[in-house]
């Protein structure tokens, strides 16, 4: 990511690189994350929705909060979120009304964030809302076959096949509070999802000019670094920060092209 944002800087390049640099953003979020399961005694989560899960565990639901990775979206009713759903934010309102595109500074910061965090939980509920709804369609069917076979043995007409199955305000109050919180790890992977497979055009034509797509893809690397050092730092606290630095080494000694943001970090773990 670091070594195509210099090559690229603010040319049309970039716009095509941004796609695959979200995708990068993403794996450095999921790799770190399980890299600090592992240094802490967990067994090494084998797919996405099992280590997006667990980030809830590391981030949202530790005693020090450290936005924007403790920062989550969930239901008011879920543990230690406030009124309208949040947990780990600012302790104000969100004004989740601003656009995505808006130019905002400063502290609204936490309201950009909180909008993507809840435009991606309604995602994730209404793919909940249409599991739920398959599922009971199913059951009504498989009760409907029975009642047939019934019918028919006693010489009566089948009545119609079900065709749809709605859910009621209780049920689908259960399965939003069955959601759990969603976090940044839930928003890369939505980009993952849309650049791999959705649509990768947003990430070139979303931006108005070379420039922005620069600016998006230098943020994309800070991103990860802070990702990164934040899950180093958590592993340096398990393995000791001198044997963290000599893997670091290691590293650098393979691939010398790795001595920006990564050399960085590692002086900087050198003197803790």
Sequence with gaps: MEATHALAEDSEIVRLANGWSAVQAYYVLYNATQAVLVAEGHERPKQHEQTKRQFVDLWTYRTAKLAPWSFAAAHPAARESDSDGFLAGPGRSLDTGLHPWTSWQGDQAWDIAAKALR??????????????????????????????????????????????????????????????????????????????????????????????????????????????????????????????????????????????????????????
């Design 119 to 272: 435009s991606t939980r309604a995602a994730l509920i209404e793919d909940r809302l249409k599991k739920a709804r398959e599922r009971k369609l199913s059951e009504r069917r498989k009760a409907w076959h029975a009642d047939s076979k019934t019918r028919v043995q006693q010489g009566k007409k089948a009545r119609p096949e079900p065709k749809s199955a709605n859910l009621t305000a209780a049920e689908r109050d259960v399965t939003e509070k069955g959601i759990r919180p969603v976090t940044i790890a839930d928003y890369l992977y939505r980009l993952r999802v849309k650049a791999n497979y959705d649509d990768i055009t947003v990430f070139a034509d979303g931006p108005a000019t070379d420039t922005e797509a620069a600016a998006m893809a230098s943020d994309l690397v800070d991103l990860a670094c802070a990702t990164l050092l934040v899950h180093e730092l958590r592993i340096a606290a398990r393995i000791g920060s001198k044997e963290l630095v000599r893997v670091m080494d290691d590293v650098l000694l393979r691939n010398t092209a790795h001595m920006g943001h990564l050399g960085l970090r590692r002086d900087l773990h050198s003197r803790l």
